[in-house]
């Protein structure tokens, strides 16, 4: 199984941030890595696919880069709704198996 | 908008089956060529890819959950389902089911929480 990791595990932020997430593979799986957000009691809700396509209806804050093992989530500025977990998600091979997620709180 | 809802017991004792049902509306599961998906999430813990079954019926499973899943579609009720047996206390988690393609997953339900316990 490919593992996924997250740094950091949490990060303290305010309105108006950037805010930076990392994801990494123990393998390289090219650029088939997702971004997701939850918020608690929520259905999970995809951000980015193909580790840099906006999902549509998302807004131009979230963006995704990377590719081959190491990826990049960054919303440009901070919004009240932001604040949430985080979780990267590879599409190389099955199983698909997700990080252990990022939580952005105050 | 595809919406999607969970429903099941909440409460299973050890040993006994699991069996999760995904009702699907505003989006027929036999249309699409989407991949039917159940997700878990242990207490406190990440996000574990269950597996999915596609709308012709192929169905691909967690290699570590393989022997105790089945999964089914049925297309009169626009639903698809989940059975795991032998369950135990590690089988408590919050079960999601969404719909993807073979590599993401777009929609996802609110989740449903199954406690195992005697």
Request: overall charge positive; glycine content about 10%; proline content about 5%.
């Amino acid at each position: 199984d490919i593992q996924m990791t997250q740094s950091p595990s949490s990060v303290s932020a305010s309105v108006g941030d950037r805010v930076t997430i990392t994801c990494r593979a123990s393998q390289g799986i090219s650029s088939w890595l997702a971004w997701y957000q939850h918020k608690p009691g929520k259905a999970p809700k995809l951000l980015i696919y193909a580790a840099s396509s906006l999902e549509s209806g998302v807004p131009s804050r979230f963006s995704g880069s990377g590719s081959g093992t190491e990826f990049i989530l960054t919303i440009s500025s901070l919004q009240p709704e932001d604040f949430a977990t985080y979780y990267c998600q590879q599409a190389k091979s099955l199983p698909r198996t997700f990080g252990p997620g990022t939580k952005v709180d105050i | 908008q595809v919406q999607l809802q969970e429903s099941g017991p909440g409460l299973v004792k050890p040993s006994q089956t699991l069996s999760l049902t995904c009702t699907v509306s505003a989006g027929s599961i036999s249309s699409g060529g989407y991949f039917w998906t159940w997700i878990r999430q242990h207490p406190g813990k990440g996000l574990e890819w269950i597996g999915f079954i596609h709308y012709t019926g192929s169905a691909y499973y967690n290699p570590s959950l393989k022997s105790r899943i089945t999964m089914s579609l049925d297309t009169s009720k626009n639903q698809f389902s989940l059975s795991l047996n032998s369950l135990t206390a590690a089988d408590t988690a919050i079960y999601y089911c969404a719909r993807g393609s073979w590599d993401y997953f777009d929609s996802w339900g609110q989740g449903t929480l199954v406690s195992v316990s005697s």
